[in-house]
């Protein structure tokens, strides 16, 4: 079975400081990677997904099948990047297609 | 466009007792999700429609959850009787079929059992 590990329960960083949220995944197969974020008060929402390759909101996130991590990363954190990250997985195609299993979540803190 | 829209917000029960929650997903998705969040933990997927049929229900605890989706549109979980380690937050969310990747999710209910 599919599982996603993401080791730091909490991070704090600086206003301009790098940042870089863990995880890392277990399947044997070709899975699809996403990252979704939660802020304050706000709905659970899509970031990224690994196929596009595209940065949003200055964060990217490689896919590193070797060792089965997707890390997600941004050169300058801002305060308004404060809130709780989630890495999930999906199984790309059949019937398990669109099943998302989550990790534990981050809950990332910008300090001014 | 609308969200998805999710009621009750909070349901507090006592053990045993019956409980039901109501999901409208947006507009033209086929897709629903039914999540159930504990307490620091990530979400974990209880039930997936398509249209109104099953696509998987493997996590679902069928002895005492249902899901349904009759006219494939909004949806109800239910949970009969509700035990102490039910408490969490039930997210919904829906998608377009072939875009299953791109949940859009609902505020969820907090339910706590006493």
């Known amino acids: 079975a599919q599982r996603v590990t993401q080791p730091e329960k909490l991070l704090s960083v600086f206003k301009g400081a790098p940042v870089e949220l863990k995880c890392n995944y277990s399947?044997?197969?070709?899975?699809?990677l996403f990252w979704y974020v939660q802020y304050s008060r706000q709905r659970l929402q899509l970031l990224l997904r690994?196929?596009s390759r595209e940065s949003i909101k200055g964060f990217t996130a490689d896919l590193n099948k070797g060792e089965t991590s997707f890390h997600l990363k941004k050169p300058f954190a801002q305060e308004e990047d404060s809130a709780m990250y989630y890495c999930?997985?999906?199984?790309?195609?059949?019937?398990?297609?669109?099943?998302?299993?989550f990790g534990q979540g981050t809950i990332l803190t910008v300090h001014p | 466009e609308a969200g998805v829209a999710q009621s009750p917000r909070y349901k507090i029960i006592e053990k045993r007792q019956s409980v039901a929650f109501w999901c409208n997903p947006i507009?033209?998705?086929?897709?629903l999700y039914w999540y159930q969040q504990i307490l620091g933990q990530g979400p974990k997927l209880l039930i997936q429609?398509?249209?109104?049929?099953?696509?998987?229900d493997s996590q679902l605890p069928k002895d005492r959850f249902s899901a349904e989706r009759l006219k494939g549109v909004d949806s109800t979980l239910k949970i009969q009787p509700a035990k102490l380690e039910d408490s969490a937050v039930y997210l919904c969310?829906?998608?377009?079929?072939?875009?299953?990747?791109?949940?859009?999710f609902g505020p969820g209910t907090r339910l706590t059992v006493t």
């Open positions: 399947y044997s197969g070709s899975p699809e």
């Open positions: 429609f398509q249209n109104n049929g099953v696509v998987d």
């Open positions: 690994h196929i």
């Open positions: 507009s033209g998705h086929a897709t």
């Open positions: 999930a997985l999906s199984l790309a195609g059949g019937t398990s297609y669109g099943k998302l299993t």
């Open positions: 969310a829906s998608s377009f079929w072939g875009a299953s990747y791109e949940q859009y």
